[in-house]
């Protein structure tokens, strides 16, 4: 910012001035510790003992650091009475997201070239068409989904819940694409249109080298979503194919006369593990992606 | 006619003006290029079609038809209907949608807000403040809705925590309350959701312009009337965007409720969402489920479709000028 540019926050007398900030920070510090109260709870009473936690609140420090339900929880903890660990679900969910992310970004930057640089008639009324399925909630699709998946032979599996994903994705993966490349000056593509490119050669040799922000915010966008995704994951697996929320909440919602809390925290950390660290690595690039393009059309 | 030029291709030529111009007749590989959009739109449409609106088509077909544990085709009319209706599960769902969805969008689009304007006073660590309130965006609400369920439980939570520190007097039992297990559930949602609102509403604040408040500030207009009367009118399509996604939110929500109360105590806080879903896997009443499913539908178009047109008022409005 210049010197020249007006600042709202520097009028007004001095002394009131900093009493404001003053409130300001006092405040924003409290709203940072009820946010991050919930991840040093879960960090602190997955090495507390279950002794220890018994005898107070979860909220307190560990007396002692005790990793024993780290490695509880990944190789012999249980979900609903399979004693395996947490494992085979957290690779469950890693063979589920990578190839459904892969996949519905390559299709949503197919559709959005094609949407926008070059419309045919029709295409908005497709473009509106496909964005519907963005605010359906998905209880509307259950049960035909359960059909499909089962005429398909692919209930239980990885690859219906990555089929799944990919279509369920289609409207915002669409809309996220489409809203970057229409930013994109058509100039660019008439050009190269004149000068004999077809479709897939200016997709390939102008629209991609210009979509990293965008594919960027659709890689995370999916990813956590197809990561975090319940309801479809505890509807159409069972037993070891779960992914990894179907399993946290078979693990943490089972009724049982001594609730392991720190085995389940460990269980909690590693669920959010692989999206918190892609928010904290690339968070950046998807907001930045996000405020440009989403909120518009 | 068709001729062939001097490089041998078949095509015609064509008056322009004085000249006269070869055009090339297009071959099949060109014809096929012109509909390259079209082709590569149509597997697009057909999933939207098919797994989208054939597969609502089909669950509203199924509310019509006497479904208990398969699938039936017989046609019983509005039966599922009236039993949805007369079902104190769903009845208890339908309200809680109304007491949750306001308070969560009212709440968090206020808590959004509020924290929007912090976030505007040229402060310290800005990028450092802003990645604590949004990271519960990125992560599920399995995950968080757990972790709640244990820090406002009374027996592991606050009010332990209290009694530990000596404080016996310290109540707070919302969560197995019947009466109050609601507002456990619109906070949980708030302090997920209301992050995410912030930073959208940040670089709403951050692209008003910077001389209306210029001049509003030499009128000696003090600085909450300034956000009162210029900045938060400015960016009231955000403010408008905001309420269609924290809406839809509410409707869709499910695994919130579920790992932080499982609908309960009893089925205080069960959701629309939640009711389809166990009553349609855990009972085995298809016809039931689809009409609660096709009743979430009618709640989705109840505010999407004055959504629509308003947007389209709106363009209409903005080409006329």
Redesign the interface.
């Known amino acids: 910012m210049s010197d020249e540019?007006?600042?709202?926050?520097k009028?007004?007398k001095s002394k009131n001035r900093v009493f404001?900030?003053l409130v300001?920070?006092t405040?924003?510090i409290a709203?940072?510790i009820?946010?991050?109260?919930?991840?040093i709870?879960?960090v602190l009473t997955s090495v507390r003992s279950l002794d220890e936690i018994y005898n107070?609140?979860?909220?307190?420090f560990p007396a002692k650091i005790d990793f024993s339900a780290w490695t509880k929880v990944w190789s012999t903890g249980c979900v609903g009475g399979n004693c395996k660990g947490i494992a085979p679900y957290f690779y469950n969910s890693l063979e589920l997201v990578i190839p459904a992310t892969i996949i519905s970004t390559a299709?949503g930057a197919?559709?959005g070239y094609?949407?926008t640089k070059?419309?045919?008639r029709g295409?908005e009324f497709?473009f509106a068409?496909?964005l519907?399925?963005v605010?359906?909630?998905?209880?509307?699709?259950?049960?035909?989904?359960a059909?499909?998946l089962g005429k398909l032979g692919i209930a239980n599996s990885t690859i219906g819940l990555v089929t799944l994903h990919c279509?369920?994705g289609?409207?915002f993966v669409?809309l996220f694409c489409r809203n970057y490349f229409l930013s994109i000056p058509d100039t660019l593509i008439k050009a190269a249109r004149i000068d004999g490119a077809?479709?897939?050669t200016i997709f390939r040799r102008i629209i991609l080298p210009l979509s990293p922000p965008i594919l960027v915010v659709v890689v995370i966008w999916q990813f956590?979503h197809i990561?975090?995704e319940?309801?479809f994951a505890t509807?159409f697996t069972s037993g070891y194919n779960k992914p990894i929320?179907a399993a946290?909440?078979a693990m943490?919602?089972s009724q049982t006369e001594l609730r392991e809390?720190n085995v389940?925290s460990a269980a909690?950390i590693i669920?959010?593990l692989p999206?918190?660290l892609?928010?904290?690595f690339a968070?950046?690039f998807f907001?930045r992606g996000l405020?440009a393009g989403s909120?518009k059309g | 006619m068709d001729f062939k030029n001097n490089t041998g291709r078949l095509g015609s030529y064509e008056r322009m003006g004085e000249r006269e111009v070869f055009r090339p007749k297009p071959s099949l590989k060109d014809i096929l290029q012109s509909y390259m959009p079209q082709f590569v739109m149509a597997p697009s449409v057909f999933a939207a079609l098919f797994f989208t609106y054939g597969f609502v088509l089909y669950t509203f077909y199924l509310s019509f038809t006497k479904s208990s544990m398969f699938p039936s085709h017989d046609l019983v009319g509005l039966v599922s209907y009236s039993k949805l209706w007369a079902n104190f599960r769903w009845k208890i769902s339908f309200n809680n949608f109304f007491i949750f969805g306001f308070l969560y969008v009212v709440f968090t689009t206020f808590v959004g807000l509020f924290l929007a304007i912090l976030m505007d006073q040229r402060i310290r660590a800005e990028s450092f403040f802003r990645s604590i309130l949004l990271y519960p965006m990125a992560i599920s609400f399995v995950v968080t809705g757990t972790v709640w369920r244990w820090l406002l439980n009374p027996q592991t939570g606050f009010e332990r925590m209290a009694h530990d520190w000596g404080w016996l007097g310290f109540h707070f039992d919302w969560i197995v309350k019947q009466d109050l297990a609601i507002y456990t559930v619109v906070f949980a949602g708030v302090w997920q959701a209301s992050g995410f609102v912030m930073v959208l509403f940040l670089a709403g604040l951050r692209s008003v312009d910077s001389n209306l408040i210029k001049a509003a500030q030499i009128d000696g207009a003090p600085i909450w009337m300034i956000y009162w009367r210029i900045i938060i009118p400015s960016i009231s399509p955000i403010v408008l965007a905001v309420l269609v996604i924290l809406i839809q939110n509410a409707l869709k929500t499910f695994e919130l409720v579920e790992a932080l109360t499982s609908g309960g105590p009893g089925v205080a806080t069960s959701m629309p969402a939640i009711f389809v879903f166990d009553v349609m896997y855990g009972r085995g009443q298809l016809g039931q489920g689809a009409a609660g499913a096709v009743m979430m539908l009618v709640l989705l178009l109840a505010f999407l479709v004055p959504y629509y047109f308003y947007l389209r008022f709106l363009k209409a409005k903005g080409s006329e000028q």
Not at chain 1, 56 to 60: D, F, K, P, Q, W
Not at chain 1, 135 to 145: A, G
Request: hydrophobic fraction near 60%; include cysteine; charge should be positive.
């Open positions: 540019t007006f600042d709202h926050t009028v007004g404001i900030r300001v920070y405040i924003l709203f940072v009820l946010y991050l109260l919930p991840i709870v879960v107070g609140s979860l909220i307190a299709i197919i559709n094609a949407l070059w419309k045919f295409s497709v068409f496909i519907f399925g605010f359906l909630p998905n209880q509307l699709v259950l049960l035909p989904w059909w499909t279509v369920c289609l409207g669409t077809g479709f897939w956590t990561w975090n319940y309801l509807t929320t946290l909440m943490t919602a809390y389940e909690v669920a959010a999206t918190l892609i928010y904290f968070g950046r907001m405020t909120i």
